[in-house]
């Protein structure tokens, strides 16, 4: 009895030893045939070492080996024992959701430049430079020696006035770096109510039927003549239109309005429509550095070594493009002098600087409207090294932005497909997915994904 006694306590203390197990599966398919404490070699069979405790549920017969599978994990970037799951289940990615950060494509693809990361930080945020005596608005986030400030009032002056702004974001450069037009403002001033001329009413002068006046907001058509030196008669005269903003006249001493998106308003005598649209039309592939306004730009003139600034507008269909020069001197510094993590301005958008491309970049191309994947040169020599095979796929979710519950699509790529250059793109389904207005989401099985965006 004591001989059998040593002996189970010897095999208790080997086990105790010895925590490994090897999983026997199929190198094609993944799927597990065997677990073993022993390591043989089997024609057909490849094996995977694991921990004990990764198995102890199979062998104590509380989990079947077909709720397993040997699979390439991507985040642990080696072989793994997984259990089975459907990543076509949108359910499957919804438990690890990681959404991607968004980059942009400030270049021009015939004159690329080195591989690197830009990182679009304070998404959505506009910046325009502080120039003298452009008119800047409250709440506006401007530019001035190396920081962004948000303006708490108005601003229309000489001198920049740090009294008057808050600090946004500091420590932000400029650079010579050029970007193509692709989203300029295009303002439009239409002429309403042609061969109408508006008098801006005055109590101190006589009306006459048929004459159209502007007052207090509206534009009226008088029905019957009003003496001098009466107050306004709405007995006398229809209106034509309401909530008409006075922008200009002769008379310097009157309050002028300023005008936004969608008003109506009165100019010298003459009634227009205001509105603003994107155009590519007129500035095609002007390499544009920087943002006054909406529908105002600064372009760097390398020759006088200093910037100009243009304007696009239409009026009465015709559109117009004027320049004025900047005598001020503006600092910019060369891309190539910058270092990882620096923020710069590029464009009127606001990015940060990574010399390492991200793991998988998923782009959004707004120019021929599809969606695709690139793969760093990093990753893909790395998998190629280690002998990547498996069948995994890429599974991203394209929703509201911000908001993984508002969902539009799901896409899929095949890494074997990326790894072998074969190009997969898939078309846009739905208007929204070629704003700005989206946002990409994933389970995160690599390090560091972007949303790449191309205008």
Do not use: C
Not at 46 to 64: A, F, Y
Not at 124 to 145: A, D, E, M
Not at 190 to 207: Q, T
């Amino acid at each position: 009895m004591s001989d059998i006694l040593e002996l189970f306590k010897s095999l208790n203390d080997q086990l105790q030893v010895s925590n490994d197990s090897y999983v026997y599966y199929e190198e094609e398919t993944g799927k597990i045939i065997k677990i073993s404490n022993r390591q043989n070699h089997e024609e057909g069979l490849d094996i995977l070492e694991v921990s004990h405790d990764q198995v102890k549920d199979i062998l104590e017969g509380k989990r079947n080996t077909n709720e397993y599978i040997v699979s390439y994990d991507l985040s642990l970037k080696q072989l793994a024992l997984k259990e089975v799951t459907y990543e076509s289940d949108i359910e499957s990615v919804s438990s690890s959701l990681h959404r991607l950060p968004v980059t942009q494509d400030f270049y021009d693809p015939d004159n690329p430049v080195k591989e690197r990361v830009l990182e679009e930080i304070y998404d959505g945020v506009n910046v325009y430079v502080w120039i003298p005596r452009q008119q800047y608005f409250k709440n506006s986030l401007v530019w001035f020696n190396n920081n962004v400030y948000k303006l708490k009032e108005d601003i229309n002056s000489e001198k920049f006035d740090l009294n008057l702004a808050d600090l946004y974001v500091e420590s932000v450069n400029l650079t010579d770096e050029k970007i193509i037009l692709s989203d300029i403002k295009l303002e439009e001033h239409k002429k309403e109510y042609v061969g109408v001329f508006v008098d801006v009413w005055y109590k101190e002068l006589k009306h006459v039927i048929g004459q159209h006046v502007w007052y207090k907001g509206t534009v009226y058509v008088y029905t019957e003549d009003q003496e001098k030196n009466k107050p306004f008669n709405y007995e006398a005269v229809e209106p034509l239109v309401s909530d008409v903003k006075l922008y200009d006249d002769e008379n310097k001493h009157l309050e002028f309005d300023r005008i936004v998106e969608g008003d109506i308003y009165l100019d010298n005598n003459q009634l227009y429509s205001y509105s603003v649209s994107e155009t590519n039309d007129l500035l095609t592939k002007k390499n544009i550095l920087f943002y006054a306004s909406d529908t105002e730009f600064l372009i760097y003139d390398s020759k006088i070594k200093n910037f100009v600034k243009a304007l696009v507008t239409q009026k009465n269909d015709q559109a117009q493009l004027s320049y004025e020069t900047i005598g001020i001197n503006i600092p910019i510094t060369t891309f190539s002098f910058f270092n990882k993590g620096d923020k710069v301005l590029l464009g009127k958008k606001i990015v940060q600087i990574s010399d390492v491309d991200a793991d998988i970049v998923v782009i959004q191309n707004k120019k021929t409207k599809t969606w695709s994947v690139r793969l760093s040169n990093s990753t893909r020599k790395f998998l190629e090294s280690t002998g990547y095979k498996a069948h995994d796929k890429l599974y991203f979710s394209i929703t509201a932005k911000y908001d993984p519950n508002i969902l539009y699509r799901t896409i899929d790529f095949s890494l074997m497909n990326l790894l072998n250059d074969k190009v997969q793109t898939y078309n846009f389904d739905h208007d929204i997915e070629n704003t700005d207005e989206v946002s990409v989401y994933t389970t995160q099985f690599f390090n560091l994904y972007t949303h790449e965006i191309l205008s």
